[in-house]
Structure formats: structure tokens, C-alpha cells
């Protein structure tokens, strides 16, 4: 059954969430990847969205709604602690962005800030509405762009880096008491997880991965690292551009994308120039959902 709202998008709303487990880069927390939000929207993403509605002759203009979610470090402990008050605050304005019929598209420092995205979305009035007229409400997929897994769990992580269990999180497979705090929250299907430019990982992510019925966001660092490094985790064998563009394209042909997440994009991790060639390429994949959006005839005045 369809969901009575997902034709009625009246406007784009763009998350920012410049932090790394909680926090801003500084001389005592080094890591910059909190820094990517700003640098994507200086970089052209800003001037895309505000431009969209008049650049394709839309009937009246796109309004673009812009919110940066509040620091939390001073009132919350530990990077669990403060990355999950950030999923939750996440989660919370991607479920408003939605209600308004606004299309949400989040900057952050971290991957994990997409299991916040995908708690919004079920926790939105459209879904909700879903499950109540006897529909597949829970019927959501996530295309997955990383190079590695994001499917760790505390049990099975050895390198200890926080951020790499968002899959497991969307999943349900770790971290059940917090997860339960997020607005919205249900575990999704991992048949539904679609993963895309997977290839550093090492045995033991990969048995995990390939025992859960998934070959397995856009975490920046899916781009080859020939285009430049997009954080200190990038490598070789990624995506291209024509990768990217196709894959954007084959996305809004056979579904309906409800959110846009960027990720773990750090601007100072290989000099300008890459940083420009990386920030220019994820636009460029911004701009193809939204074209998809676009031909489906989905951007509507608020008036109608």
C-alpha cells in the first residue's frame, strides 16, 4: 500500500552534524572528519540546493530550510554517550523534516548518524500511517556506500573505533538498551541493506558480512583513492564518477529516496585540490537524487 505523503515533497531540508563521537576538531581532538559539513555546503552543495527550483523551472521555489544540531559534549560523557544523544536529536528532526513533506539531507562527521536518519524516517507520520492502514511500514531499504563493512559489533571489533557498527545498529545487533532510546527506532531488515564499494575489511568482518544474507549512506571514502583520500581510512578499488552518477540514477529509477546522508568526509586529509574533486563528487550525487525526485513529478508547492 502507498504511503499517502511520499509524492508531496515542498521543500529540502539540510542536517548538519559537524562532530566526530560527539565533538568538534581541536588541537586535543584531531580527528576532522567534523569538519566535512561545513566544507560540503561552502563547496557547492549549499548553492545547489538554494538554486534547485529555479535552475529546473519548478513551478515556484524549493525553499531550503538549513539546522545544525547543538553540541552535546558538555552534557554528555564518553563518545557512546554523546554520539548516541546526537542519533537521537537526528532522529527527531528527520521525523519533523519528513511531517513538514520536506526531503532531509544530513551532513555529519560520523556514519553511525544514519541509524538516526532511518529511526526519523520510521518514526514519521507517513510510515506510521503505513503500518496503520495494514501496509509494509516497516518496508524501508538503505543503499550503503562505504568502503568498509560498518557491520561490527563490541564482541567481534578489534581496531575499537566506535563509529564502525552502524550497520549492526540499523540491524539491531548491538547496543539494544541505547538503541531503544532512539525516537522512532525499529530494526531493520539486513536483506534490505544494499552495500556498495565494500572492499577493506578483514576476516572477521568478512565472515560477518557474508553470513548475513547482505553483500552489504554515502560515506566519502567509497570513492577510489586515486580521486584523493577522503579520510585516513580511504584506499584503493572505489567508485568513479560515472560509478557514482550511474549508481544514483539506477537508485531513483527503481525506488523512492526518502533521506540523503553524507558522512565521514574529512577536507584536510590529502590538500585542497582532493578535497574540492571529493566535495564536487558528492554533490553531484545530491543533485542525481534529486533529479530523480524531480522526473517522478515529486516537488510540489506548499500551496497545492
Known amino acids: 500500500m502507498p504511503f499517502p505523503t511520499l509524492t508531496s515533497l515542498t521543500s529540502l531540508t539540510l542536517i548538519s552534524v559537524p562532530y566526530h563521537v560527539g565533538l568538534r576538531a581541536s588541537p586535543i581532538h584531531r580527528s576532522r572528519v567534523s569538519e566535512g559539513p561545513d566544507y560540503l555546503k561552502s563547496a557547492g552543495l549549499l548553492s545547489l540546493l538554494l538554486s534547485y527550483g529555479q535552475q529546473h523551472n519548478l513551478p515556484l521555489p524549493l525553499p531550503v530550510h538549513q539546522l545544525e544540531i547543538p553540541p552535546v559534549e558538555d552534557t554528555f560523557e564518553g563518545e557512546i554517550g554523546r554520539t548516541f544523544e546526537l542519533i537521537r536529536r537526528v532522529s527527531l528532526a528527520v521525523t519533523a523534516a519528513r511531517d513538514a513533506a520536506s526531503f532531509p539531507i544530513v551532513l555529519a562527521g560520523n556514519c553511525c548518524i544514519s541509524v538516526g536518519v532511518a529511526a526519523g524516517l520510521c518514526g514519521s507520520r507517513e510510515l506510521l500511517m503505513g503500518r496503520e492502514d495494514g501496509g509494509d511500514g516497516d518496508g524501508l531499504g538503505c543503499v550503503w556506500f562505504d568502503a568498509h563493512d560498518d557491520y561490527n559489533v563490541p564482541d567481534s571489533m578489534i581496531s575499537g573505533y566506535f563509529d564502525s557498527q552502524g550497520i549492526a545498529m540499523l540491524a539491531g545487533e548491538c547496543w539494544r538498551g541505547l538503541m531503544a532510546t532512539v525516537p522512532g527506532f525499529r530494526p531493520w531488515l539486513l536483506r534490505r ?94 543533485e542525481g537524487v534529486l533529479d530523480g525526485l524531480r522526473r517522478r513529478g515529486l516537488f510540489r508547492s506548499s500551496e497545492q
Open 193 to 286: 541493506v544494499v552495500h556498495c564499494g565494500m572492499r577493506d575489511v578483514n576476516e572477521v568482518e568478512r565472515e560477518r558480512v557474508e553470513g548475513s544474507a547482505v553483500l552489504v549512506h554515502l560515506d566519502v571514502d567509497v570513492f577510489d583513492a586515486s580521486l584523493g583520500k577522503a579520510n585516513p581510512f580511504a584506499c584503493a578499488g572505489g567508485l568513479f564518477e560515472e560509478d557514482i552518477t550511474g549508481c544514483m540514477a539506477a537508485i531513483s529509477e527503481r525506488t523512492i529516496p526518502l533521506a540523503f546522508t553524507i558522512a565521514s568526509f574529512d577536507p584536510l586529509c590529502d590538500g585542497d585540490e582532493s578535497a574540492q574533486r571529493l566535495a564536487k563528487l558528492s554533490v553531484k550525487a545530491v
